[in-house]
């Protein structure tokens, strides 16, 4: 068993959500939706938290995951329900908090134009 | 208020200030006279935004004092504060408290748990909550049969009849509402042979709009297919109070449920195949992934060896059927359902996913949930006289559904849907009578029990008379 100890931070800032609300292709291989990838490679589970932020109202959360010990986790943010669904083709923001170090970056696939376009962000690292 | 020449506080003043006869009440007067109106109208003006006390009998005649208590349903989309609230023990005391509310013109609304999102049970008179009223009655194992008291939770009857060897043969997804509640609204699970709840009510005990006692069916010595059960069963709490409910019960079984996730094409290029070889099956469909999530139950040894390709298993428990069948998450939504003709409902079920995923799913990321129910004879059945398919549209609570509900209503209507009694719908009297066509004999059985009108409050009065 490798023995890479805990790497990351425990909050990380993703200020460019935006789920396209269309998309073109076979589902859920190429549903358009923003995926959050969490990261822990410590020894102890992950308890994390989602906080959704929106241009024109308070912010939704939390949202619960849980990243097993030295595992990851893609989550996609279209399926998000509990407390309520992150609604597409508008703008939000994520604060990720867990409990233990993590990393996090969010991925974004587009098939609004009947191919396959991905992008990557990786997310802020911040301190309280 | 107005301090006089009388008044002895008025010459304390005068003498301590050293004013003269005629300032004192220039002064002294004046400012008392404001200080005591201001304060009234302070008073007044507080009085707009606190909640009166009103009076509430007590089960026992003695009137008390309280400030009435706003009734918030599971969702949290309904409230409401009645004028009065009742909490009977007895039958008799349901009785006594129906003659009361009669003689004076009141409405009186019985209460379970508050499942239901539709204002079955709002009132600004009487609301009647049953919660005292739990328990077993009597059962017989051999006839398979259990008499439970209204407020009964489906989880104490299952555990009740489970002690007697016994069982419901179906359940809902939830079990936390009272029993007459599940019963009145048509609360089904699903299953193709198996009926809702309602189909097993044989029997009973009613506190009528006139405040009588009513045994009905097999607790009046009568065959559990007569008119008067067949209007019980499903009555929306219109004809009376049901103070005692006779179940046909099966033995006690025991369940093994699979959940497992798979492609929605899957699931409906087999659906037929799914619910004939499972005694319970139904899925849920995720409109923003075409996921779906397939359920089945059976009883251990009589299972079906058919499962999806690619299949991921959520779930896999085994267990006494009344702690089994109930799945749910306790994540707060409303809903809309209805009941459409078997051979009709995977066809509806496809228009519904075009039209989700064109329309709604920005804004929907809940599921839609698909199941079947048994044909019954009840007069308000939304499954009399055929074997039926529902689809239930599923969305958060604190997300709108107003729009998502209304344009999926007319379609659900030309595919000849029912609306689930106890869940949102628009229609009114005038569009459900064309739905039942027993409908007539059923208003008649309601106005001859409560020829008052007692148990209609607002919401019943435009879902079953026409005006």
């Not at chain 1, 939704?60 to 309520?84: C, E, F």
């Not at chain 2, 009361?100 to 539709?118: I, K, M, N, Y």
């Not at chain 2, 709009?209 to 499903?234: C, H, K, M, S």
Request: overall charge negative; some cysteine.
């Amino acid at each position: 068993m490798s023995t890479l100890g805990p790497l990351g931070r425990t909050t990380w800032v993703f200020p460019g959500g935006h789920i396209p609300a269309a998309g073109t292709g076979a589902e859920p291989e190429f549903t358009s939706r923003d995926e959050l990838c969490l990261l822990n490679s410590g020894g102890d589970d992950a308890q994390v938290e989602l906080t959704v932020l929106y241009q024109d109202r308070e912010p939704v959360g939390p949202y619960r995951v849980r990243v097993g010990a030295r595992r990851v986790r893609h989550v996609r943010v279209n399926d998000l329900i509990d407390p309520q669904a992150v609604p597409l083709g508008v703008p939000y923001g994520a604060v990720v908090r867990s409990d233990v170090p993590v990393v996090a970056q969010l991925t974004r696939v587009d098939t609004r134009r009947g191919k396959l376009s991905t992008s990557v962000a990786a997310g802020y690292p911040a301190e309280v | 208020m107005l301090s006089h020449v009388n008044e002895s506080g008025l010459w304390l003043v005068n003498r301590f200030l050293g004013l003269t006869g005629k300032q004192t009440p220039q002064t002294w007067t004046v400012m008392q006279t404001i200080m005591g109106t201001a304060a009234f109208a302070a008073v007044l003006l507080l009085s707009l935004f606190v909640q009166r006390p009103v009076s509430v009998r007590r089960t026992d005649g003695k009137e008390r004092t309280t400030v009435p208590e706003e009734f918030v349903n599971w969702s949290g989309s309904l409230r409401f504060t009645p004028g009065e609230r009742s909490a009977p023990r007895t039958e008799e005391e349901v009785a006594a408290e129906v003659r009361r509310a009669a003689e004076r013109g009141l409405t009186v609304r019985p209460v379970g748990s508050g499942h239901s999102s539709v204002p079955l049970m709002a009132t600004d008179d009487v609301l009647m909550s049953l919660d005292a009223l739990t328990g077993l009655v009597r059962h017989d194992t051999a006839a398979r049969r259990g008499a439970v008291l209204p407020g009964t939770g489906l989880a104490d009857a299952g555990r009740l009849f489970a002690e007697a060897g016994l069982g419901m043969e179906n359940l809902g997804d939830v079990d936390y509402q009272a029993i007459a509640g599940a019963i009145g609204t048509g609360t089904h699970g699903t299953g193709l042979a198996l009926g809702n709840l309602s189909s097993t009510l044989v029997g009973g005990r009613l506190v009528t709009g006139t405040g009588e006692i009513f045994p009905f069916g097999e607790d009046a010595g009568e065959d559990a297919g007569e008119d008067l059960v067949r209007a019980a069963q499903v009555s929306l709490g219109s004809l009376g109070v049901l103070t005692s409910l006779t179940l046909r019960l099966v033995p006690a079984y025991g369940l093994h449920r699979l959940n497992w996730c798979t492609h929605i094409d899957w699931v409906l290029d087999h659906f037929g195949e799914l619910a004939r070889a499972n005694r319970h099956f139904d899925f849920y469909w995720y409109p923003r992934s075409d996921d779906a999530q397939v359920r089945t139950l059976n009883e251990p040894g009589r299972e079906p060896a058919l499962v999806p390709p690619g299949a991921r298993l959520h779930a896999d428990e085994t267990g006494p059927g009344h702690e089994i069948i109930p799945n749910s998450r306790d994540l707060r939504f409303d809903e809309m359902e209805y009941m459409l003709p078997l051979e009709d409902g995977l066809d509806c079920f496809r228009e519904v996913r075009k039209r989700i995923k064109e329309r709604h799913r920005q804004n929907v990321g809940w599921r839609v949930l698909v199941r079947t129910v048994a044909a019954d004879e009840a007069m308000l059945s939304n499954c009399t006289g055929r074997p039926t398919m529902t689809i239930a549209l599923l969305q958060n609570n604190e997300l709108p559904h107003e729009e998502y509900f209304a344009d999926l209503e007319p379609l659900f209507l030309e595919w000849g849907g029912r609306p689930h009694w106890g869940k949102k719908h628009t229609l009114t009297a005038a569009g459900l009578r064309p739905l039942y066509p027993e409908w007539d004999a059923f208003q008649d059985i309601r106005r001859r029990l409560d020829p008052q009108g007692v148990f209609l409050n607002d919401y019943l009065r435009r879902l079953l008379e026409e005006t």
